[in-house]
C-alpha cells in the first residue's frame, strides 16, 4: 500500500482552533476551584448553624456534637423541606446528585445549562448535607463547575462540541478542587462525562484540572485527603490474589446499593404526594438511620479516614455498612440534593473493613482502600477512576496492582448484572440511551477506494469525495449535504470521475466490524494425534 495513499491523513483530527478552547479552560479551572471552596464553607457553615449552634464553616461531623435526638430526627426532614421548595419554585434540576443532571446537559441540552442552576445546586446541596444528609459534596461541585464552564461558553461564539468541552472542564476541575486528585478528575471526565478521547477535549480538561488543582493548595490545603502511613512496598501474591473475591463482593454491594436507590425511586414514584415532599420523606428516613448510627450523617470525611488507617472499631463497621448504605440508598431514590462518591467511599471502606477481620493482614486499612475502589469501581461502573481515586486520596502508590484486580473485579460483577449504573439509570428512565463502550469507529479504518464502485454514478450528483477520503469523513458529507450517492474523483485529477459511492457502500465497514465481533475461526490447527499400535492376535 503506498505512503502516498494516506499521506494527508493523521492519528488525530486536531486544529489549532483547541488552543482558544484552553485558553478558556484555563479560567474556567480557577473559578470552579473557588466554587469548590465556597460550598465545603457552605456546608459547613449550615452544619454549624444547625447541629452546633455557632457560624463556623470548617466540615464537622453532624453527629460529632452529640445533638438531641429530636434534633437529629428532625433537622433532615426540615431540609428536605427546603430543597423540595428550591426544585419546584426555582429549578427541578437541582433534584438528584448531579452527574446524571450534567450527562443530559450534555446528551440533548447541547451543553447548555441555566445560570440560576449554578446558584441553585450548590445551596440545595449545602442544605441537603448541612442538616444531615448522608450525601457527597462532588456531585454538586461537578454540576456547579460544569455550569460555569457551561455558561462562560455560551457567551462566547463555539460549537456544541466546544461548549462540551468546556462543561466538562469545569466539571473536572471542581472535582479535582475538591478531592485533590488531578488524574483521577481527568480520567472520571474521560470514562463518563466526554464519551470521546481527543486531543480537543483531553487537553483544555487537562488545563482547567491543573489550575484547580495548583489553587487548591492556597484554598483548601495541599497533600493527600486520607494520608495513610507506613505502606508496604511489597504485597505479595497471596493477598494480591485475594482481592479478587474482595473484588467481587465489593461489585456485589454495588449492584445491591445501586437496585436499592431505583427501588426507592419507583417506591418514591407510587406515593400520591407531589415529588416537592418526597425529599421531606427522604429526611425523615435520614433521621430515623441518624438516630440508630449517628457517624452516618453528613459527609463523613472523618468516619472514611478512621476506616482507612484502621481504626474503626466493629461498631463503626457495621453501622456505616448497613445504616449508611441504607439511608444514603433510600433517601437519594427521593430526589433530593447531593452526590454519590464520599457516601459510596465511606460505604467500600466499611466493607474492606470488615474483610480485614477474616482476609490475612497486609497493613493497617489495606483492606478497607480495596474495599472502597471495588465499589467506586462497581457502582460508578469506572474501573480506572475506581483504582486511581483511591490512590490520589491516600498517597499510597504501592497498592496500585491490588486496587486494580478488585476494581476491575467489581466492574465484571457490575457490567455482568446490571444494564447501567447509578448514573445512568436515571437516565434511562428519561427516555435516554447512553452507550458508554468506546472502540474506534471501523468507518474510521476504511477508504474509499475499498469499498466504492468503479462504474460512474447513474445519476447526476455535486457532492464529489476523493478516493482516498476515509468512510467516516464521506458519512459526514452524505449527512452534511443530505444525499446518499457521490462521485468519486482522485485529488490529482479532481475533475475525472473515476467511480461512485453510496450509502450501501458505508455498510461495508459496518460489516467488516460485525464479522470480526460475531465469526469464529480457528486459525492454527492442533498437530494430528498418532493412532495407537494394537497388537495383532
Not at 35 to 63: E, K, M, N, W
Not at 159 to 188: D, H, I
Not at 307 to 329: C, D, P, Y
Not at 516 to 528: F, N, S, V, W, Y
Request: proline share 7%; charged share 15%.
Amino acid at each position: 500500500m503506498s505512503k502516498d495513499r494516506v499521506a494527508h491523513l493523521g492519528d488525530f483530527t486536531l486544529t489549532p482552533a483547541v488552543l482558544r478552547v484552553i485558553a478558556w479552560a484555563v479560567p474556567v479551572g480557577a473559578v470552579a476551584a473557588v466554587a469548590a471552596l465556597g460550598l465545603q464553607r457552605l456546608i459547613g457553615l449550615v452544619t454549624h448553624l444547625v447541629f452546633f449552634g455557632d457560624a463556623g464553616s470548617s466540615l464537622a461531623a453532624p453527629g460529632a456534637g452529640h445533638p438531641a435526638a429530636w434534633l437529629i430526627l428532625l433537622a433532615p426532614v426540615a431540609g428536605g423541606l427546603i430543597v423540595g421548595l428550591m426544585a419546584r419554585y426555582g429549578s427541578e434540576k437541582i433534584r438528584g446528585h448531579g452527574m446524571p443532571e450534567t450527562i443530559e446537559a450534555i446528551l440533548v441540552g447541547g451543553s447548555r445549562v441555566a445560570p440560576r442552576v449554578a446558584i441553585l445546586k450548590p445551596l440545595s446541596a449545602a442544605v441537603s448535607i448541612g442538616t444531615g444528609g448522608p450525601f457527597g459534596a462532588e456531585g454538586p461541585i461537578i454540576m456547579t463547575g460544569g455550569a460555569v464552564g457551561s455558561i462562560l461558553a455560551q457567551t462566547l461564539h463555539l460549537t456544541a462540541a466546544e461548549r462540551k468541552t468546556l462543561l466538562v472542564s469545569g466539571a473536572a476541575a471542581g472535582m479535582a478542587a475538591t478531592f485533590n486528585a488531578p488524574l483521577a478528575s481527568v480520567l472520571l471526565a474521560v470514562e463518563l462525562l466526554l464519551f470521546e478521547w481527543r486531543p480537543r477535549s483531553f487537553i483544555p480538561v487537562v488545563a482547567a484540572v491543573a489550575t484547580a488543582t495548583m489553587l487548591r493548595v492556597p484554598l483548601l490545603g495541599g497533600g493527600a485527603l486520607f494520608p495513610l502511613h507506613a505502606v508496604p512496598t511489597h504485597i505479595g501474591a497471596w493477598p494480591e490474589l485475594l482481592c479478587v473475591p474482595a473484588g467481587v463482593l465489593g461489585g456485589l454491594l454495588a449492584v445491591a446499593a445501586t437496585g436499592l436507590v431505583y427501588a426507592s425511586e419507583d417506591a418514591f414514584h407510587r406515593l400520591p404526594l407531589h415529588w416537592m415532599w418526597w425529599p421531606a420523606i427522604g429526611g425523615a428516613i435520614i433521621g430515623v438511620g441518624g438516630l440508630i448510627e449517628p457517624r452516618a450523617l453528613g459527609v463523613g470525611y472523618d468516619v472514611i479516614d478512621s476506616l482507612l488507617t484502621g481504626r474503626g472499631g466493629m461498631s463503626l463497621i457495621v453501622g456505616i455498612l448497613v445504616v449508611k448504605t441504607a439511608i444514603w440508598s433510600l433517601s437519594l431514590g427521593s430526589g433530593t440534593s447531593g452526590g454519590v462518591l464520599a457516601p459510596v467511599f465511606m460505604i467500600g471502606a466499611a466493607l474492606g473493613g470488615l474483610e480485614a477481620h477474616v482476609l490475612p493482614h497486609v497493613a493497617p486499612g489495606f483492606w478497607a482502600l480495596v474495599g472502597l475502589g471495588a465499589v467506586v469501581g462497581g457502582v460508578m461502573r469506572s474501573p480506572l477512576t475506581g483504582v486511581i481515586f483511591p490512590l490520589e486520596l491516600t498517597r499510597a502508590w504501592p497498592y496500585v496492582l491490588p486496587l486494580l484486580i478488585g476494581a476491575t473485579a467489581a466492574y465484571l460483577v457490575s457490567a455482568l448484572l446490571l444494564k447501567r449504573s447509578v448514573l445512568t439509570e436515571k437516565i434511562a428512565r428519561r427516555g435516554l440511551h447512553l452507550s458508554r463502550e468506546y472502540a474506534v469507529d471501523p468507518l474510521e479504518v476504511l477508504l474509499v477506494d475499498e469499498v466504492m464502485s468503479s462504474a460512474p454514478p447513474d445519476e447526476e450528483t455535486a457532492l464529489v469525495i476523493c478516493i482516498d477520503d476515509t468512510l467516516r469523513e464521506a458519512a459526514l458529507q452524505f449527512a452534511g449535504a443530505h444525499v446518499a450517492v457521490a462521485a468519486v474523483v482522485t485529488r490529482e485529477a479532481p475533475d475525472v470521475v473515476i467511480g461512485h459511492l453510496t450509502v450501501e457502500h458505508l455498510l461495508e465497514g459496518r460489516l467488516r466490524d460485525l464479522l470480526a465481533e460475531r465469526h469464529r475461526e480457528r486459525l492454527i490447527t492442533p498437530l494430528p494425534t498418532r493412532p495407537r499400535a494394537t497388537l495383532s492376535a
